[in-house]
C-alpha cells in the first residue's frame, strides 16, 4: 500500500504524516503531506507561548476585554474550554503564571529531560489533582460573529494542553478522500480514510519508565492520545524536579501516582484531553474517565494497566460441527 511519510520537528514535538492515495480530484498525498507540514507551522507560529510575536501572546498582552481574533485563534479558544469542560476542570488553559513559576518559561525542544526514576524517588507524597475552585477558564468567551474573544484583561490563556491534538484534527479534516492516513503531532494522533478500517494502523505505546513497547493499539479511525511526565522534567528554581502537568488546585507539577496515560477519543483533541485528565486525577478515578472508550494507565511502579474495552480479552467462538 502506497504511503507518503512525511515527518519532521514543530510545536515541540515530531510530528509524522501517513497518507495514503487521493480520491478523485484531489491532490496527490506528497502535496497534501506538504500543506500539512506548513499549516503546522503556521499553526505554531500563532500559537505559540513562547514567540513574542504570535498571536496567542498578543492576545494576552492585550489591554482589552474583547480583541479580535483569527480563526485559528478563536478555535484555539474554544479547544482550550472544551477541555476544560470536559474534564471538570483538570486541563485548565489558564495555568500560565503557574506553568512559568514552575520554570517553563522558554521552549524545551532538543533539550534532553532529566531521568523518570530519579524524579519519582525525589517526589512528594503521591495525590491526585483537583480543578482550582474560580474556574478561570469560564471567564473566556468566543464571539465568532464579531471575530473576537472576550475575556478579563491580564488574564492569559496556553494552547499548550490543547494545540496538538487541535492541530491533528484541523490537518486530518483536510484529508478526508484520501484512502488512508494518520496525522501524528507528538503522540497526539488522528486516523482516518475508508481502508483504514479495512487496514488498520498499528500504534505503538512507549513505556514512560524503559523506553520499551508498553502495548500496540490497533485502529482504524478515531483519535488516541498519550500524556506523560517523562518527556519534560526539569529541576526549578529551588533545585525540586518539576515536569509540565501541573495540579490546578495548587498550581504546581502534579505527582499522582501515574507516570503516564494513553486514551482514546473520536478526535485527537478528545483522547488529548483525555489522557491528560486520566493521569491528572491518579489511578482511581483515572480508570474511571477512560473506561467508557478505553486506554492504558502506566503507574509509578512501571506497572501497565489497561482499562475499559482495551483490557477485555477477544472472544473466540469456535463454528459448530455439521454432521
Not at 23 to 42: L, N, T
Not at 130 to 147: A, L
Request: proline share 8%.
Amino acid at each position: 500500500m502506497s504511503e507518503r511519510d512525511l515527518s519532521f520537528e514543530a510545536m515541540g514535538s515530531h510530528v509524522r504524516l501517513l497518507i495514503g492515495e487521493p480520491g478523485p480530484g484531489m491532490p496527490p498525498a506528497a502535496v497534501a503531506a506538504e500543506q500539512g507540514r506548513r499549516f503546522i507551522e503556521d499553526f505554531e507560529a500563532a500559537l505559540s507561548r513562547f514567540r513574542p510575536d504570535s498571536e496567542l501572546c498578543r492576545l494576552n498582552a492585550d489591554p482589552r476585554g474583547r480583541v479580535p481574533a483569527s480563526e485559528l485563534m478563536r478555535r484555539a479558544v474554544q479547544a482550550g474550554v472544551f477541555a476544560a469542560e470536559r474534564s471538570g476542570g483538570l486541563v485548565d488553559p489558564t495555568l500560565v503564571d503557574e506553568i512559568e513559576s514552575a520554570g517553563y518559561l522558554a521552549s524545551r525542544a532538543g533539550m534532553q529531560g532529566l531521568p523518570l526514576p530519579e524524579a519519582l524517588a525525589d517526589a512528594p507524597p503521591r495525590r491526585p489533582a483537583s480543578p482550582r475552585p474560580e474556574q478561570r477558564w469560564r471567564c473566556f468567551e468566543v464571539d465568532n460573529g464579531v471575530g473576537e474573544i472576550v475575556r478579563p484583561p491580564g488574564l492569559r490563556f496556553d494552547t499548550g494542553g490543547t494545540g496538538k491534538g487541535l492541530a491533528a484534527d484541523m490537518v486530518a479534516a483536510g484529508l478526508r478522500g484520501y484512502s488512508r492516513f494518520i496525522v501524528d503531532c507528538g503522540g497526539d494522533i488522528r486516523i482516518g480514510g475508508a481502508d483504514a478500517l479495512v487496514h488498520p494502523y498499528e500504534v505503538y505505546v512507549e513505556h514512560p519508565i524503559s523506553g520499551t513497547r508498553a502495548h500496540v493499539l490497533r485502529l482504524g479511525s478515531g483519535g488516541v492520545a498519550t500524556s506523560g511526565i517523562n518527556v519534560r522534567i526539569w529541576r526549578d528554581e529551588r533545585g525540586r524536579f518539576a515536569h509540565h502537568l501541573l495540579d490546578p488546585a495548587s498550581g504546581k507539577p502534579a505527582w499522582t501516582g501515574l507516570v503516564g496515560a494513553t486514551a482514546l477519543g473520536d478526535s485527537a483533541l478528545e483522547a488529548e484531553t483525555l489522557s491528560k485528565a486520566a493521569l491528572l486525577s491518579g489511578p482511581e478515578h483515572g480508570r474511571e474517565i477512560l473506561v467508557g472508550r478505553g486506554g492504558m494507565l502506566i503507574h509509578d511502579s512501571g506497572r501497565a494497566e489497561l482499562v475499559g474495552p482495551l483490557a477485555v480479552a477477544p472472544r473466540i467462538r469456535l463454528p459448530e460441527l455439521i454432521g
